[in-house]
């Protein structure tokens, strides 16, 4: 009980500060301001979500099949090596992935949704091939043993049993994915990027915030949706968030 | 009926070739349960793996009552056969009852069909099917995941199981009440079963066979009983320790070494005539009184009876403690001990005295057949 005063201190507290704030924008201008770029950050929105959708979706279609075939044992040489490989690309800065996939695939919307896609892809193979690589060897012998085929024990057992990893890694790479967006505006595929560049180089704070604040409700949006996704798909039994 | 027919394992490891499994050639027969026992690394896992096939045979071949596996697809012959291990191995994101109808459901049973399976496998392991179908394993004990564990592994009614150590893992008191509760659903089921266990209590107790594995070959395949009296030679007999004519204790039950002759006394007999019964009969102390049906009542002593005049129903003690004749010895051995007497009444369902044993016919029937393989040896020796 007296957690859940504190919790409830708390959530008042916090409603009075969002209002203050909220007062204190109102009168010092920001909401006007940000009410002016509103036709910019709407139509700069859709493009972003387009360029999150398009690479994170990509991503996510490429990268599970991936982490599952490596995980295979016929792979576990391989798997290894190229674990690795994946790992130091992880390292690679993103604004560098982004400039390399501009100097072969020139400006643009491909070169973008290319460049993401690749920075994307590292965090979700690495979390299916880990979360499958996690499953137990005890489960793996149950499910061999009662008769399942390699296939029913993928679908059965290994994949329900992983998936709350597999979401973990896709709610990573996600967040990145939407924090890099912005990123794309440099090789020319707009994006709320085009708000907060511009903003920082006329020297313009009100129109940089109105992209970073858009951008961090997004991220914040996107990620809360993919846990409710794993808060649904991921079994009951296997859910942390669900014991 | 399983036939194990010269079945081998290799293993290529970089320090060259293991033999973990030598030519092993057994039969175990329909009903029975067959214990591979001995100590880690001996090749009675590798045994019992070779036959679902989750290790592959190097040679030799399996029958399954008369059928050669060999050519069986691997997983219609998995399905066949309950598979039971240590780590439980129930799927954490089915529910109970998911996990339970796996088998029959790979099968392709339809839906009334296995769902009634649950709840039938769920009476016979003796757990309520409305509170536990639904949940999942995390939420269940160690004792209830392997009831479920045995559950799943019965639920297409297989003819033959495998047990890879499955009560391993579980408290020694759930321990015994499981091993209780399995040995009484194997007297309705009649399955074949090959059960890994690396306790010799355990097999003595769960076995009708007792299959000794060493380094790869099988040294020794006979009944529990065989096996403690007559152990194949010195390794055998360390394997089973110093006191293994006391585990034959479990083994042997009233019945087998009760004798009929037994000397009563009833209530309106005088202490004349129960002194005169206790010499006829040599007792040392008492002697038991019974009523008119045949049930003790109570005893009268020796020396009562030689110092007092008078009827038995007047001067009797308390009944001495009772065995049955479904008793194991074990049970009866410590009844002696805690009252310290060296002879209990026997008694049959209805509490009638059939009988009475003793600690010299107890001692007499397990020596009978006790041998020793390090004293042979040493006598052996002698004569050299």
């Given at each position: 009980m007296p957690f859940r005063s504190l919790l409830l201190v708390w959530r008042i507290l916090l409603a009075v500060l969002i209002f203050v704030a909220g007062v204190w924008a109102q009168r010092g201008g920001l909401v006007e301001e940000f009410l002016y770029y509103l036709p910019d950050i709407q139509y700069q929105l859709v493009q972003h979500i387009w360029l999150v959708v398009m690479s994170g979706g990509l991503a996510i279609v490429v990268a599970i099949p991936l982490g599952v075939l490596l995980s295979r044992p016929s792979m576990a040489r391989v798997a290894e090596t190229l674990m690795q490989v994946l790992n130091i690309g992880t390292t690679i800065p993103t604004l560098a992935i982004l400039a390399l996939s501009m100097s072969f695939l020139g400006i643009g919307t491909l070169p973008a949704v290319f460049g993401l896609f690749v920075a994307t892809l590292l965090p979700i193979t690495r979390n299916t091939y880990v979360g499958l690589k996690g499953v137990s060897p005890a489960l793996m012998e149950a499910a061999a043993g009662i008769g399942m085929s390699p296939t029913q024990r993928l679908l059965r057992v290994e994949f329900p049993n992983a998936l709350y990893v597999i979401f973990a890694g896709v709610r990573t790479a996600m967040a990145l994915n939407v924090g890099t967006v912005p990123l794309a505006f440099l090789i020319g595929a707009g994006g709320l990027g085009a708000l907060i560049f511009t903003g920082i180089v006329l020297y313009d704070p009100m129109m940089m915030l109105a992209g970073a604040i858009t951008t961090s409700l997004l991220a914040v949006v996107v990620d809360t949706l993919i846990a409710i996704v794993a808060f649904l798909v991921v079994p009951r039994g296997v859910n942390p968030s669900r014991a | 009926m399983i036939q194990l027919d010269s079945l081998t394992k290799v293993f290529d490891t970089p320090k060259g070739a293991v033999v973990a499994a030598d030519h092993i050639d057994m039969e175990v027969p329909a009903g029975e349960i067959c214990i591979l026992i001995g100590p880690s690394g001996c090749g009675k896992t590798t045994t019992l793996k070779m036959i679902n096939r989750i290790v592959r045979p190097s040679s030799g071949k399996v029958f399954i009552d008369g059928k050669d596996t060999t050519d069986m697809n691997t997983q219609d012959l998995r399905r066949s056969i309950g598979y039971v291990i240590q780590q439980i191995?129930?799927?954490?994101?089915?529910?109970i009852e998911e996990n339970i109808t796996v088998v029959p459901r790979l099968l392709g049973w339809d839906a009334p069909r296995f769902k009634k399976r649950a709840r039938e496998m769920m009476d016979m392991i003796a757990m309520d099917a409305e509170v536990f179908?639904?949940?999942?394993?995390?939420?269940?004990?160690g004792g209830q995941q392997q009831r479920i564990g045995v559950a799943r592994a019965l639920a297409a009614d297989p003819p033959v199981m495998l047990m890879d150590e499955p009560f391993g893992a579980i408290d020694p008191i759930n321990r015994a009440v499981i091993q209780d509760e399995f040995l009484k659903m194997q007297q309705e089921l009649n399955k074949t079963i090959l059960f890994v266990s690396h306790d010799i209590d355990e097999a003595i107790k769960m076995g009708n066979r007792i299959a000794v594995f060493r380094e790869g070959k099988l040294v020794q395949y006979s009944s529990p009983d065989d096996l403690l009296a007559a152990p194949e030679n010195a390794f055998v007999e360390s394997f089973l320790g110093e006191d293994r004519a006391l585990k034959r204790l479990n083994l042997v039950k009233v019945r087998d070494v009760v004798s009929n002759e037994i000397g009563t006394v009833r209530p309106d007999e005088t202490l004349e005539t129960a002194l005169a019964r206790i010499d006829d009969f040599g007792y040392q102390n008492s002697i038991l009184m019974v009523n008119d049906r045949h049930q003790p009542v109570g005893m009268i002593t020796r020396s009562v009876a030689r110092t007092t005049k008078g009827y038995c129903r007047d001067h009797f003690q308390a009944a001495p403690p009772l065995a049955s004749l479904d008793d194991d010895l074990r049970k009866v051995a410590s009844l002696m001990f805690a009252h310290d007497t060296t002879w209990l009444p026997c008694v049959d369902e209805q509490g009638r005295v059939s009988g009475q044993i003793t600690q010299r016919a107890m001692t007499r029937h397990l020596g009978s057949r006790y041998r020793s393989r390090s004293e042979e040896r040493i006598h052996a020796g002698r004569e050299e």
């Open positions: - | 191995g129930l799927f954490p994101n089915m529910t179908l639904k949940r999942y394993p995390s939420e269940l004990s």
